[in-house]
Protein backbone atom coordinates (compact mmCIF):
# COMPACT_ATOMS: atom_id res chain seq x y z
CA UNK A 1 0.00 0.00 0.00
CA UNK A 2 2.68 2.62 1.03
CA UNK A 3 4.75 1.55 -2.31
CA UNK A 4 1.61 2.07 -4.32
CA UNK A 5 1.01 5.63 -2.55
CA UNK A 6 4.20 7.01 -3.49
CA UNK A 7 4.10 5.84 -7.11
CA UNK A 8 0.58 7.88 -6.74
CA UNK A 9 2.39 11.22 -5.78
CA UNK A 10 5.39 10.92 -7.86
CA UNK A 11 2.93 10.65 -10.81
CA UNK A 12 1.33 13.68 -8.83
CA UNK A 13 4.62 15.50 -9.37
CA UNK A 14 5.35 14.65 -12.66
CA UNK A 15 1.68 16.16 -13.59
CA UNK A 16 2.64 19.34 -12.24
CA UNK A 17 6.41 18.82 -13.72
CA UNK A 18 5.13 18.25 -16.94
CA UNK A 19 2.43 21.12 -17.16
CA UNK A 20 4.48 23.60 -15.80
CA UNK A 21 7.98 22.93 -16.34
CA UNK A 22 10.47 25.35 -18.95
CA UNK A 23 13.57 23.63 -19.99
CA UNK A 24 16.93 25.42 -18.49
CA UNK A 25 19.40 26.60 -20.60
CA UNK A 26 17.42 26.63 -23.45
CA UNK A 27 19.26 28.33 -26.61
CA UNK A 28 17.35 30.48 -29.20
CA UNK A 29 16.84 27.25 -31.25
CA UNK A 30 14.58 25.53 -28.40
CA UNK A 31 11.53 24.39 -30.86
CA UNK A 32 9.28 26.30 -28.04
CA UNK A 33 10.32 29.70 -28.65
CA UNK A 34 11.85 29.43 -32.59
CA UNK A 35 9.49 29.41 -35.17
CA UNK A 36 11.19 28.00 -37.43
CA UNK A 37 11.18 24.90 -36.15
CA UNK A 38 7.78 22.66 -36.70
CA UNK A 39 6.66 20.65 -33.54
CA UNK A 40 4.86 17.20 -35.17
CA UNK A 41 2.04 15.95 -33.39
CA UNK A 42 0.73 17.08 -29.74
CA UNK A 43 2.99 18.85 -27.75
CA UNK A 44 2.47 21.23 -24.29
CA UNK A 45 3.47 25.05 -24.03
CA UNK A 46 7.21 24.20 -23.24
CA UNK A 47 7.93 22.35 -25.86
CA UNK A 48 7.44 18.43 -24.00
CA UNK A 49 5.63 15.73 -25.88
CA UNK A 50 5.50 11.94 -25.66
CA UNK A 51 2.74 10.90 -28.11
CA UNK A 52 4.15 8.22 -30.77
CA UNK A 53 4.96 10.08 -33.63
CA UNK A 54 5.63 13.41 -31.94
CA UNK A 55 9.16 15.40 -32.83
CA UNK A 56 9.88 18.32 -34.83
CA UNK A 57 11.08 19.03 -38.34
CA UNK A 58 12.60 22.50 -39.91
CA UNK A 59 14.21 23.47 -43.35
CA UNK A 60 17.93 23.21 -42.97
CA UNK A 61 20.31 25.52 -45.12
CA UNK A 62 23.70 23.45 -44.86
CA UNK A 63 25.25 20.02 -44.49
CA UNK A 64 24.70 19.32 -40.72
CA UNK A 65 21.87 19.51 -38.22
CA UNK A 66 23.05 19.42 -34.74
CA UNK A 67 20.34 19.25 -31.66
CA UNK A 68 20.11 17.90 -28.49
CA UNK A 69 16.94 15.31 -26.91
CA UNK A 70 15.89 15.75 -23.37
CA UNK A 71 13.99 12.96 -21.38
CA UNK A 72 11.92 13.69 -18.99
CA UNK A 73 10.76 10.75 -16.42
CA UNK A 74 12.79 8.33 -18.44
CA UNK A 75 13.54 6.17 -15.59
CA UNK A 76 14.94 2.85 -15.41
CA UNK A 77 12.07 1.32 -14.77
CA UNK A 78 9.24 3.18 -15.89
CA UNK A 79 6.40 4.89 -14.36
CA UNK A 80 3.04 3.14 -14.79
CA UNK A 81 -0.26 2.71 -13.47
CA UNK A 82 -1.70 -0.22 -15.64
CA UNK A 83 0.15 -3.73 -17.07
CA UNK A 84 -0.39 -2.18 -20.21
CA UNK A 85 1.80 0.70 -19.51
CA UNK A 86 4.43 -2.13 -18.12
CA UNK A 87 4.32 -3.67 -21.85
CA UNK A 88 4.89 -0.05 -23.25
CA UNK A 89 7.77 1.24 -20.97
CA UNK A 90 10.42 -1.59 -21.05
CA UNK A 91 11.36 -0.73 -24.36
CA UNK A 92 13.57 2.30 -25.11
CA UNK A 93 12.28 5.78 -27.05
CA UNK A 94 12.88 5.48 -30.61
CA UNK A 95 13.43 7.78 -33.44
CA UNK A 96 13.52 8.09 -36.43
CA UNK A 97 15.10 10.60 -39.03
CA UNK A 98 13.64 11.41 -42.51
CA UNK A 99 15.38 14.14 -45.14
CA UNK A 100 13.87 14.97 -47.81
CA UNK A 101 11.20 12.25 -47.45
CA UNK A 102 13.24 9.31 -47.32
CA UNK A 103 14.47 7.73 -44.12
CA UNK A 104 18.24 8.31 -43.21
CA UNK A 105 18.74 6.64 -39.51
CA UNK A 106 17.00 5.47 -36.38
CA UNK A 107 18.54 6.43 -32.38
CA UNK A 108 16.84 5.32 -29.35
CA UNK A 109 17.30 6.87 -25.64
CA UNK A 110 17.39 4.01 -23.09
CA UNK A 111 15.87 3.90 -19.76
CA UNK A 112 17.76 5.87 -17.49
CA UNK A 113 19.23 8.34 -19.75
CA UNK A 114 18.75 11.68 -19.52
CA UNK A 115 20.24 13.67 -22.48
CA UNK A 116 21.53 12.73 -25.97
CA UNK A 117 23.33 15.09 -28.70
CA UNK A 118 22.60 14.05 -31.76
CA UNK A 119 24.93 14.84 -35.23
CA UNK A 120 23.06 14.64 -39.21
CA UNK A 121 24.38 14.82 -41.83
CA UNK A 122 22.65 15.69 -44.99
CA UNK A 123 22.61 13.64 -48.22
CA UNK A 124 24.12 14.67 -51.70
CA UNK A 125 20.96 15.05 -53.08
CA UNK A 126 21.01 18.55 -55.11
CA UNK A 127 18.74 20.17 -52.54
CA UNK A 128 20.23 23.72 -51.30
CA UNK A 129 17.31 23.41 -48.42
CA UNK A 130 16.40 19.94 -46.50
CA UNK A 131 13.72 18.98 -44.57
CA UNK A 132 14.71 17.21 -42.17
CA UNK A 133 12.06 15.34 -39.75
CA UNK A 134 12.82 13.84 -36.30
CA UNK A 135 9.97 11.58 -35.74
CA UNK A 136 9.25 9.04 -32.26
CA UNK A 137 8.31 6.30 -34.10
CA UNK A 138 7.66 3.90 -30.16
CA UNK A 139 4.70 3.94 -28.60
CA UNK A 140 3.46 6.83 -26.44
CA UNK A 141 4.13 6.16 -22.90
CA UNK A 142 4.84 8.32 -19.72
CA UNK A 143 8.37 9.43 -20.65
CA UNK A 144 8.31 12.82 -22.51
CA UNK A 145 11.10 14.81 -24.11
CA UNK A 146 11.85 18.08 -25.77
CA UNK A 147 14.28 19.39 -28.14
CA UNK A 148 17.21 21.72 -28.79
CA UNK A 149 18.65 23.15 -31.67
CA UNK A 150 22.64 24.00 -31.84
CA UNK A 151 22.85 27.57 -32.67
CA UNK A 152 25.23 26.50 -35.31
CA UNK A 153 22.27 24.84 -37.11
CA UNK A 154 21.57 27.26 -40.25
CA UNK A 155 17.38 26.72 -40.32
CA UNK A 156 15.24 28.56 -42.98
CA UNK A 157 11.61 29.24 -42.86
CA UNK A 158 9.43 26.57 -42.33
CA UNK A 159 7.08 24.51 -44.62
CA UNK A 160 3.59 25.11 -44.59
CA UNK A 161 1.26 21.82 -43.47
CA UNK A 162 -1.56 20.16 -43.67
CA UNK A 163 -2.73 18.47 -40.30
CA UNK A 164 -3.91 14.77 -39.82
CA UNK A 165 -5.13 12.90 -37.22
CA UNK A 166 -5.47 9.42 -36.64
CA UNK A 167 -6.96 7.59 -33.92
CA UNK A 168 -6.76 3.79 -33.53
CA UNK A 169 -4.92 0.80 -31.44
CA UNK A 170 -1.84 -1.29 -32.27
CA UNK A 171 -2.81 -1.82 -35.83
CA UNK A 172 -2.10 2.38 -36.22
CA UNK A 173 0.79 2.03 -33.62
CA UNK A 174 2.22 -0.11 -35.62
CA UNK A 175 2.81 -3.72 -34.24
CA UNK A 176 3.29 -6.81 -36.68
CA UNK A 177 3.04 -10.54 -35.49
CA UNK A 178 5.94 -12.61 -34.91
CA UNK A 179 4.70 -14.84 -38.19
CA UNK A 180 5.31 -11.64 -40.52
CA UNK A 181 7.91 -9.79 -38.43
CA UNK A 182 10.18 -7.43 -40.82
CA UNK A 183 14.90 -7.80 -40.19
CA UNK A 184 15.33 -6.15 -37.20
CA UNK A 185 11.84 -6.05 -35.23
CA UNK A 186 12.28 -5.46 -31.53
CA UNK A 187 8.45 -6.82 -31.03
CA UNK A 188 7.29 -3.70 -29.53
CA UNK A 189 5.17 -0.86 -32.00
CA UNK A 190 7.22 0.71 -35.05
CA UNK A 191 5.24 3.65 -36.15
CA UNK A 192 6.76 3.29 -39.96
CA UNK A 193 5.44 -0.19 -41.04
CA UNK A 194 1.60 1.04 -40.00
CA UNK A 195 -0.17 1.89 -42.30
CA UNK A 196 -1.37 5.14 -40.73
CA UNK A 197 2.49 6.24 -41.41
CA UNK A 198 2.55 5.13 -44.43
CA UNK A 199 -0.47 6.92 -45.47
CA UNK A 200 0.91 10.09 -44.49
CA UNK A 201 3.98 9.37 -46.83
CA UNK A 202 1.45 8.93 -49.93
CA UNK A 203 -0.23 11.90 -48.95
CA UNK A 204 2.97 13.59 -49.11
CA UNK A 205 3.99 12.52 -52.86
CA UNK A 206 0.92 13.14 -53.30
CA UNK A 207 -0.09 16.50 -52.76
CA UNK A 208 3.36 18.09 -51.25
CA UNK A 209 6.11 17.87 -53.91
CA UNK A 210 8.39 20.06 -51.91
CA UNK A 211 8.41 19.00 -48.12
CA UNK A 212 10.29 22.22 -47.56
CA UNK A 213 7.79 24.28 -48.70
CA UNK A 214 4.63 22.17 -48.08
CA UNK A 215 4.31 18.84 -45.50
CA UNK A 216 2.01 17.30 -43.64
CA UNK A 217 1.85 17.28 -40.16
CA UNK A 218 0.72 13.96 -38.09
CA UNK A 219 -0.70 13.07 -34.82
CA UNK A 220 -0.70 8.88 -34.44
CA UNK A 221 -2.88 8.58 -30.80
CA UNK A 222 -2.87 5.58 -31.26
CA UNK A 223 -2.42 2.96 -27.89
CA UNK A 224 -2.13 -1.15 -27.83
CA UNK A 225 -5.43 -2.88 -26.42
CA UNK A 226 -7.25 0.01 -26.56
CA UNK A 227 -11.56 0.15 -27.14
CA UNK A 228 -13.58 2.16 -27.89
CA UNK A 229 -16.23 0.95 -25.39
CA UNK A 230 -14.33 -1.85 -24.33
CA UNK A 231 -10.13 -2.61 -23.79
CA UNK A 232 -8.83 -5.37 -23.49
CA UNK A 233 -8.44 -6.58 -19.97
CA UNK A 234 -4.81 -5.66 -19.07
CA UNK A 235 -6.06 -1.87 -19.44
CA UNK A 236 -8.38 -2.42 -16.52
CA UNK A 237 -11.35 -0.07 -17.27
CA UNK A 238 -10.46 2.58 -19.30
CA UNK A 239 -10.67 3.13 -23.29
CA UNK A 240 -9.41 5.71 -26.02
CA UNK A 241 -12.30 8.16 -24.57
CA UNK A 242 -10.02 8.66 -21.39
CA UNK A 243 -6.87 9.84 -23.56
CA UNK A 244 -8.06 10.45 -27.30
CA UNK A 245 -8.45 14.54 -25.78
CA UNK A 246 -4.92 14.78 -23.93
CA UNK A 247 -1.82 16.53 -25.24
CA UNK A 248 0.76 14.73 -23.05
CA UNK A 249 -0.31 11.22 -22.82
CA UNK A 250 -1.67 10.31 -19.56
CA UNK A 251 -0.49 13.61 -18.22
CA UNK A 252 -2.55 16.18 -19.89
CA UNK A 253 -3.62 18.65 -20.37
CA UNK A 254 -6.86 18.51 -22.15
CA UNK A 255 -7.23 19.76 -25.53
CA UNK A 256 -10.36 21.78 -26.64
CA UNK A 257 -9.45 21.79 -30.30
CA UNK A 258 -6.91 20.03 -32.84
CA UNK A 259 -8.39 21.29 -36.12
CA UNK A 260 -7.27 19.00 -38.53
CA UNK A 261 -7.53 18.64 -41.82
CA UNK A 262 -8.26 15.30 -42.34
CA UNK A 263 -8.98 12.33 -39.61
CA UNK A 264 -8.72 8.62 -39.65
CA UNK A 265 -10.69 6.56 -37.04
CA UNK A 266 -10.01 3.12 -36.76
CA UNK A 267 -10.95 1.15 -34.11
CA UNK A 268 -12.84 -1.35 -32.65
CA UNK A 269 -10.37 -4.46 -32.99
CA UNK A 270 -9.69 -4.82 -29.36
CA UNK A 271 -13.87 -4.29 -28.28
CA UNK A 272 -14.65 -7.19 -30.79
CA UNK A 273 -11.61 -9.38 -29.19
CA UNK A 274 -12.30 -8.18 -25.74
CA UNK A 275 -16.24 -9.49 -26.33
CA UNK A 276 -18.34 -5.98 -26.72
CA UNK A 277 -21.39 -6.40 -27.69
CA UNK A 278 -22.23 -4.63 -30.80
CA UNK A 279 -25.18 -2.55 -29.36
CA UNK A 280 -22.21 -0.41 -27.05
CA UNK A 281 -19.86 -0.54 -29.74
CA UNK A 282 -21.67 1.23 -32.06
CA UNK A 283 -23.37 3.69 -29.71
CA UNK A 284 -19.49 3.79 -28.34
CA UNK A 285 -18.34 4.67 -31.75
CA UNK A 286 -21.41 6.85 -32.71
CA UNK A 287 -20.35 9.63 -29.66
CA UNK A 288 -16.48 9.14 -30.60
CA UNK A 289 -16.84 9.99 -34.12
CA UNK A 290 -19.06 13.53 -32.43
CA UNK A 291 -16.54 13.96 -29.50
CA UNK A 292 -13.69 13.94 -32.65
CA UNK A 293 -15.67 15.93 -34.79
CA UNK A 294 -16.18 18.76 -32.11
CA UNK A 295 -11.69 18.70 -31.70
CA UNK A 296 -11.95 19.12 -35.48
CA UNK A 297 -14.82 20.86 -37.12
CA UNK A 298 -13.43 21.67 -40.31
CA UNK A 299 -11.69 18.41 -40.83
CA UNK A 300 -12.78 15.00 -43.40
CA UNK A 301 -13.70 12.60 -41.12
CA UNK A 302 -12.90 8.31 -42.78
CA UNK A 303 -13.70 5.78 -40.97
CA UNK A 304 -12.91 2.08 -40.81
CA UNK A 305 -12.40 -0.87 -38.88
CA UNK A 306 -9.59 -3.06 -40.43
CA UNK A 307 -6.43 -4.64 -39.91
CA UNK A 308 -7.10 -7.74 -37.70
CA UNK A 309 -10.48 -9.45 -39.35
CA UNK A 310 -12.05 -9.76 -42.97
CA UNK A 311 -14.72 -7.69 -41.20
CA UNK A 312 -17.03 -8.50 -43.38
CA UNK A 313 -17.52 -11.84 -43.45
CA UNK A 314 -15.93 -12.69 -39.53
CA UNK A 315 -17.80 -9.96 -37.98
CA UNK A 316 -21.02 -8.98 -40.22
CA UNK A 317 -22.58 -7.89 -37.03
CA UNK A 318 -20.00 -4.89 -36.49
CA UNK A 319 -19.34 -4.36 -39.96
CA UNK A 320 -22.86 -3.57 -40.22
CA UNK A 321 -23.00 -1.28 -37.11
CA UNK A 322 -19.65 0.40 -38.24
CA UNK A 323 -21.74 1.18 -41.78
CA UNK A 324 -24.56 2.43 -39.83
CA UNK A 325 -23.33 4.45 -37.48
CA UNK A 326 -21.20 6.48 -40.86
CA UNK A 327 -23.92 6.86 -43.01
CA UNK A 328 -25.69 8.51 -39.54
CA UNK A 329 -23.34 11.68 -39.72
CA UNK A 330 -22.95 11.93 -43.18
CA UNK A 331 -25.63 14.37 -44.05
CA UNK A 332 -25.52 15.62 -40.35
CA UNK A 333 -21.36 16.42 -41.22
CA UNK A 334 -22.79 17.68 -44.79
CA UNK A 335 -20.67 14.58 -46.24
CA UNK A 336 -17.66 15.24 -44.08
CA UNK A 337 -17.76 11.70 -42.78
CA UNK A 338 -16.97 8.96 -45.20
CA UNK A 339 -17.14 5.24 -44.68
CA UNK A 340 -13.84 3.36 -45.47
CA UNK A 341 -15.10 -0.06 -46.80
CA UNK A 342 -12.45 -2.64 -44.24
CA UNK A 343 -9.71 -3.58 -47.29
CA UNK A 344 -9.05 -6.95 -46.84
CA UNK A 345 -5.96 -8.43 -49.08
CA UNK A 346 -7.35 -11.43 -51.65
CA UNK A 347 -3.24 -12.37 -51.27
CA UNK A 348 -3.83 -13.59 -47.64
CA UNK A 349 -0.85 -11.65 -46.47
CA UNK A 350 -2.44 -10.88 -42.86
CA UNK A 351 -2.77 -12.74 -39.67
CA UNK A 352 -3.53 -10.77 -37.04
CA UNK A 353 -1.51 -7.77 -36.63
CA UNK A 354 -1.19 -6.82 -40.89
CA UNK A 355 2.22 -7.29 -41.88
CA UNK A 356 4.39 -4.24 -43.24
CA UNK A 357 3.47 -5.74 -46.93
CA UNK A 358 -0.43 -5.59 -46.09
CA UNK A 359 -0.29 -2.12 -44.21
CA UNK A 360 1.29 -0.86 -47.69
CA UNK A 361 -1.82 -2.23 -49.42
CA UNK A 362 -4.09 -1.07 -46.97
CA UNK A 363 -2.68 2.55 -46.74
CA UNK A 364 -2.78 2.72 -51.03
CA UNK A 365 -6.18 2.19 -51.01
CA UNK A 366 -6.90 4.57 -47.90
CA UNK A 367 -5.04 7.08 -49.76
CA UNK A 368 -6.85 6.68 -52.99
CA UNK A 369 -10.47 7.62 -50.90
CA UNK A 370 -8.50 10.99 -48.82
CA UNK A 371 -7.57 11.83 -52.26
CA UNK A 372 -11.12 11.30 -53.84
CA UNK A 373 -12.53 13.53 -51.06
CA UNK A 374 -10.53 16.18 -49.89
CA UNK A 375 -11.08 19.61 -49.84
CA UNK A 376 -10.63 21.15 -53.28
CA UNK A 377 -8.48 23.57 -52.14
CA UNK A 378 -6.10 21.19 -50.81
CA UNK A 379 -5.55 19.68 -53.74
CA UNK A 380 -5.21 23.36 -55.54
CA UNK A 381 -2.69 24.35 -52.87
CA UNK A 382 -0.88 20.72 -53.58
CA UNK A 383 -0.47 21.92 -57.19
CA UNK A 384 1.53 24.79 -56.55
CA UNK A 385 4.04 23.60 -53.30
Same mark, same amino acid.
Given at each position: ????????????????????????????????????????????????????????????????????????????? %???? *????? &????? #??? !? =?? /??????QSDFSIPKGTRCK??????????????????????????????????????????????????? %???? *????? &????? #??? !? =?? /??????????????????????????????????????????????????????????????????????????????????????????????????????????????????????????????????????????????????????????????????????????????????????????????????????
Amino acid at each position: MKSKLMAVLLFVSLLALANNLKPSGVSSANPARDPRITYLGRHNSAGMMNWEGTGISVNLKGSKLNFTIKAYNNISK %GLFL *TCEEA &DIDIS #PVA !Y =SI /FIDGKKQSDFSIPKGTRCKNISVTMPDNGNIIHHVEIIKVSEASTDFETFEIAQKSSLATPAKTYRITYY %GDSI *TSGYV &DSNNQ #PRN !Y =SG /FACLPLSYAFKTTQNLNKALCKNLSRKAFNASYIALSGIGVAKSLPRWQGPTMFNYFRQVLYRIGPQMDFENADIVVINIGTNDIVAGCTVEKYQTALDKFISEVGKLNPKAHIFVTLWGFFDLKKQHPEFYSALQETVKKYTPKHKEKVYFVEPYWSKSGVSCMHPSEKFAQEFADYLTQIILKNIPSDMQAQSENS
